[in-house]
């Protein structure tokens, strides 16, 4: 550089060298996910000295846990440099991952960052982030029907910190009055309620539950197990048109395979009164826990269940012309939930993949943060998942009405006496019309 004026050019000056000294790709900050209709949106601030971005994204929270975890999936690296100072990157829901709207799972999402000019094998991590998929919205022109699912715990199998089915049935009217089904799938209402005329536990609710009405009072099928599984119903709102129990369905409790019994799947078609051309079927459902000398098969066991009740229920409604096309609703107690993560073929995600639609992917969840299974903890030592993605193993699912407005977790019902080892769930569904 020289200087110039009116007699010409000065020296140059001494020559400097100016080095660009790259730095450490800083912290990041501000992270959050948010939901779409193909699945979630991450969007971040810029992180200081970064080159470039890479998003990662999972079905499960734990990406450090080896070998049952769910598989990672990661974008490519793409340039940090720009203007902007705010990113976002959509990230896709999928049926493989049981991520998908109606499997009613979160993504999990962590963000990475570099500076290759600084160091080309550092990678800065973000915190975890997650939401779930843009739930389905219900029909508007739809029939509101609020339905209920309730293991009860059966008369007998109180541990010994338990209170007997004449102390839990006053509880257990409570809670489930207090939910206000017009549809009750209740499971394990099984054994002697203590009655003065000796009644099964299933009769007792009955007795006991004024507004509802069992769709069958009498003996489950002949040699099948789960004798409780039981539906009820509001008549004031509902026409019971038929009822029976699904075939095919076995008991994986014994062992081998060739001994398994009968499971006692009962079903229901109703009318809702004010609109008599508007019908739905109900299946109620409590799988067993298979053996475990089954081992590894346990889960695909339970995943055997739900496809032996997609092709008795298929053969039902293909062998009555009546019931051909109805939208259904099943709601039981699955005794599984989505881990471990490398297994995707249990109960629900079999049904899921049969044309089901989890009510928990609602657009409004309440108390989901807590197991369904309370294992009789009182509500103020039940545990909130730190992901708000408590674990289920109860569900409603509904086929041919997808989405709910609101599905609720009952963990903390308020009676002094815990009734049960599981929680009420509850879901407001919207029957298509049928005029």
Not at 74 to 98: C, I
Not at 135 to 161: F, H, I, K, Q, W
Not at 260 to 275: C, D, L, M
Not at 338 to 358: K, S
């Amino acid at each position: 550089m020289a200087g110039k004026n009116a007699a010409g050019s000065g020296r140059y000056s001494t020559v400097l060298q100016v080095k660009l000294k790259p730095q450490s790709v800083g912290q990041f900050g501000s992270v959050t996910a948010t939901p779409t209709k193909t699945g979630v949106r991450v969007t971040f601030a810029s992180v200081p000295n970064a080159s470039d971005y890479r998003v990662r994204w999972s079905a499960g929270p734990n990406e450090n846990r080896v070998p049952d975890r769910w598989t990672e999936h990661y974008s490519s690296w793409f340039s940090a440099f720009s203007s902007k100072s705010t990113w976002s990157y959509d990230v896709p829901m999928s049926a493989a991952d049981l991520t998908s709207t109606a499997f009613g799972n979160p993504i999990y999402v962590r963000l990475q960052a570099r500076n290759t000019y600084y160091d080309t094998t550092y990678v800065r991590k973000s915190p975890q982030v997650h939401a779930w998929p843009t739930p389905v919205t219900p029909a508007s022109n739809g029939v509101d029907l609020r339905v209920s699912s309730y293991n009860v715990m059966c008369s007998g199998c109180e541990p010994a910190s338990g209170k007997p089915w004449s102390t839990r049935a006053a509880a257990l009217v409570s809670n489930i009055t207090a939910a206000a089904p017009d549809v009750l799938s209740v499971q394990e209402a099984s054994g002697p309620s203590g009655s003065t005329t000796n009644r099964e536990a299933y009769q007792d609710l009955d007795a006991r539950l004024g507004n509802l009405q069992l769709t069958y009072s009498g003996a489950a099928p002949s040699g099948a197990t789960e004798g409780g599984t039981r539906i009820l119903y509001n008549p004031s709102r509902l026409t019971l048109e038929s009822q029976g129990y699904l075939s095919g369905v076995k008991d994986y409790r014994t062992y081998p395979q060739s001994t398994a019994k009968e499971t006692s799947i009962p079903w229901a078609v109703f009318a809702v009164r004010a609109q008599p051309s508007t019908r739905f079927i109900v299946v109620a459902a409590h799988y067993a826990l298979p053996s475990s000398s089954y081992g590894t098969l346990k889960k695909s066991l339970l995943g055997t269940n739900s496809t032996q009740v997609l092709a008795s229920l298929a053969n039902l409604t293909t062998s009555r012309a009546t019931l051909s096309g109805l939208p259904v609703i099943f709601a039981g107690d699955l005794n599984d939930h989505r881990y471990p993560e490398n297994q995707t073929n249990g109960a629900q995600p079999t049904l899921v993949r049969g044309g089901f639609y989890d009510a928990s992917a609602s657009l409004r969840r309440i108390g989901t943060d807590k197991s369904t299974y309370n294992g009789l903890t009182a509500p103020s030592t039940q545990v909130s998942d730190v992901n708000q993605d408590g674990l289920r193993i109860d569900y409603i699912l509904t086929r041919g009405m997808s989405g709910s407005s609101q599905f609720e977790n009952r963990w903390n019902p308020g009676t002094s006496v815990l009734a049960s080892d599981h929680n009420l769930i509850s879901t407001l569904l919207k029957v298509p019309s049928t005029t």
